[in-house]
């Protein structure tokens, strides 16, 4: 999926809840709508936290995402 095609994450209005688990789409728009290629980088250098494994899907708390937003990584 390209960035044109790719549909923006809706942030809820609720963020951060540290009860609840975000995918990759909301981390990245949280991150000014980078590539899923940088995305990928920033993941594989240690930018941005491993996700926690929930069968095939890649999920973060939202916690961690602000935190990671807050720290100024893009």
Do not use: C
Not at 22 to 34: E, K, M, V
Not at 49 to 57: S, V
């Amino acid at each position: 999926m390209t960035t044109a095609t790719r549909r923006a994450a809706a942030i809820p209005s609720d963020f951060p809840n540290p009860h609840r688990l975000g995918g990759r789409d909301l981390f990245i728009a949280l991150l000014g709508n980078p590539s899923v290629t940088t995305f990928n980088r920033m993941l594989a250098a240690g930018k941005i936290p491993q996700p926690r494994k929930l069968g095939h899907l890649n999920r973060w708390l939202e916690t961690e995402m602000a935190a990671v937003r807050d720290s100024g990584v893009a």
